[in-house]
């Protein structure tokens, strides 16, 4: 895609603006999502125009005008070309999520590490998503998996309402069970010692939260799938970092089973994944 942007670019911009371009784009449904660097910003409505020309299944350019930030995670958009809007259903492995990218957080740059900790769930598991969005990693497992129940928390009211939709949407009613609220006290009230795994997809929040996830475990015992954001020199490894996170405040006996980097989130710090087997 960044090859994409540039290419359709070369012949409008200067050799020094096309090296200030950010390269990178997301495309939800038929919304791409654009950061502007602050020398291209006079130009950020020809970018969007080129790129809505070049990318027939794009209906509309948005830019982020703010970081990801705050309790739900979300980030500031402008509309730059194309439809006025900010709703779209976005097809991944087979499911559809239909979410308002102003008021729930999703990102495409996780559809593989999704498709991976579904491919891992076995029938007859209970299932417990403690950060769940709109529902993705929830409404892939229930999909994949015939025989299982994913009990799917989020405390993002928009976010809650449009899993709703997508549990209708994909079927999957019965199977993924939509919770409001916050996961810690949802768990404590209703969900100790239930789950075989649990998921934890909020790296700002895991480690906080790491005791709530133990305590939903039956018997103590099950897969965790941690994440983190580590930030790291360039003499460090991120992922024996997160590792020394996780053995400095855990309260229970674990193995690593997984570690890997998902995705770089800024210069030196990587969103990270531990899958941590708990006996």
């Not at 449009?162 to 404590?188: C, F, S, T």
């Amino acid at each position: 895609m960044g090859r994409l942007l540039k290419e359709v670019l070369k012949d409008k911009l200067t050799a020094s603006e096309l090296k200030s371009l950010y390269a990178g784009f997301d495309i939800i449904g038929d919304i791409a999502v654009l950061k502007i660097p602050e020398p291209l910003m006079l130009k950020r409505h020809l970018i969007a125009e080129s790129l809505l020309k070049a990318v027939k299944s794009v209906k509309t350019v948005l830019q982020q005008t703010t970081p990801v930030e705050g309790e739900y995670r979300l980030r500031g958009l402008e509309v730059l070309a194309g439809e006025p809007k900010f709703e779209t259903i976005h097809k991944e492995h087979g499911c559809l999520y239909k979410v308002d990218l102003r008021t729930a957080y999703f990102t495409p740059r996780l559809s593989a590490e999704r498709l991976r900790v579904a491919n891992q769930v076995r029938e007859g598991e209970v299932v417990i998503n403690m950060f769940a969005g709109v529902g993705p990693y929830s409404i892939l497992i229930a999909k994949k998996v015939r025989e299982v129940r994913v009990y799917s928390i989020d405390n993002n009211p928009e976010a809650y309402r449009y899993m709703q939709e997508n549990i209708k949407l994909n079927k999957v009613e019965g199977k993924v069970i939509p919770i409001l609220g916050d996961a810690a006290k949802v768990i404590r009230n209703t969900l100790q010692q239930v789950a075989d795994r649990v998921i934890m997809p909020l790296p700002e929040k895991a480690l906080s939260y790491l005791s709530d996830a133990y305590s939903a475990l039956k018997g103590g015992k099950g897969i965790i799938h941690y994440y983190e954001h580590i930030f790291y020199e360039v003499s460090e490894d991120p992922l024996l970092k997160a590792i020394e996170h996780i053995s400095n405040k855990a309260l229970f006996r674990f193995n690593v089973d997984y570690a890997g980097v998902v995705r770089d989130v800024g210069p030196r710090l990587a969103q990270v994944v531990l899958d941590l087997k708990v006996d």
